[in-house]
């Protein structure tokens, strides 16, 4: 299912799910059901059977009637990761480094702010005297249990749903913090998109796959575990000129390793909480130097799209 939170004619916040081009909502139809979606994720054992049997219900708005929110506006935690070898071959070549091997050893991640968060056709503003702002195309998996010590072949068990992540950076501010090895500051801390909805885990079934050293991209190092991904097609534009095309398949570090890795140690993961994939192989202007395209400025309309989730659409402001 398409889980959406939106506001509905009456200037209510809700929740619902996609059904015959429109939305139902969640508590109109049902009201012991939630209006939020943190609450619905923490619960959603009791409430998606109901959903299920009910997925094909006449819509109760149309998208022209309500306006469509970030899924997950308040993520109890976010961690964003660097899953691509691709991107950090690119990234590293425009920063001047190489790829530390740490990164061959065990996935990468930094916490993100997860109170700025902004949904689809959100108006993201530039921060001052930025220069170089960029867009960053990710996958983001959304937890729906509670655990510590997850294996990797266990963690499907703690995955509630998948959506688009635009990762936005200052890359200006990010050049100057990053002198100082303390991993990402203000460069980061302006927004984070979510959306367009929330796919629950089921529907990604069909895109799982596997893949071979003979499919696989050569200049890449082949991953240390050939399952556990999807073949979902990605792609960025600004102002409908296409930046990048790749596929979700090309991830080094896979979603179930990256969970694995944030809850060793005896840390607890909590439904809701939000892991990033890190960013898509040219999925980002700072990996062709913004030759491709200039740095982000006010006017300029970004979309994202990952196959079979949708489009998350914003717009730069000043």
């Known amino acids: 299912m398409k889980l959406y939170s939106f506001v509905d004619p009456s200037g209510r916040n809700k929740i619902g799910w996609l059904s015959q081009g429109g939305i139902v909502d969640m508590n109109t139809f049902n009201a012991s059901l939630p209006t939020d979606m943190l609450s619905f994720i923490q619960h959603h054992s009791e409430h998606l059977p109901w959903l299920e049997k009910n997925k094909n219900l006449r819509p ?9 929110l970030p899924p997950l506006p308040n993520p109890p935690s976010f961690r964003d990761y660097i899953g691509f070898e691709q991107h950090m071959l690119n990234a590293s070549k425009s920063f001047g480094h190489t790829i530390g091997e740490a990164w061959y050893e065990m996935p990468i991640f930094y916490f993100t ?21 960029d867009l960053e195309l990710e996958m983001a998996v959304i937890i729906g249990k509670k655990g510590s010590n997850i294996n990797p072949d266990h963690a499907d068990d ?3 749903g998948y959506t688009i992540f635009n990762d936005w950076t200052a890359r200006a501010i990010q050049r100057v913090e990053m002198q100082v090895p303390l991993g990402p500051h203000k460069g980061k801390d302006f927004a984070n998109t979510l959306g367009p909805c929330i796919i629950t885990k089921d529907e990604l079934n069909q895109f799982k796959c596997e893949i071979d050293p003979t499919s696989f991209p050569s200049h890449l190092k082949f991953p240390p575990d050939p399952r556990f991904r999807f073949d979902l097609k990605m792609s960025a534009k600004i102002n409908d000129q296409v930046i990048c095309n790749g596929n979700y398949n090309t991830v080094y570090w896979t979603f179930p390793y990256q969970i ?3 809850s060793e140690n005896d840390v607890t993961l909590y439904p809701g909480d939000v ?3 890190g960013t898509l192989g040219w999925g980002s202007l700072i990996e062709n130097n913004f030759s491709v395209h200039r740095p982000l ?9 990952i196959e079979n989730i949708g489009i998350l659409r914003n717009k730069i402001v000043s």
């Open 260 to 262: 694995a890795r944030a």
């Open 113 to 133: 702010n997860h109170q700025i968060i902004t949904g689809p056709d959100a108006e993201i503003k530039r921060p001052a005297k930025e220069t170089r702002m």
């Open 297 to 305: 400025e006010p006017g300029d309309v970004v979309e994202l799209e």
């Open 275 to 277: 892991l990033g994939s």
């Open 60 to 68: 109760h708005y149309l998208f022209d009637q309500i306006k469509i």
């Open 158 to 160: 703690y995955i509630f």
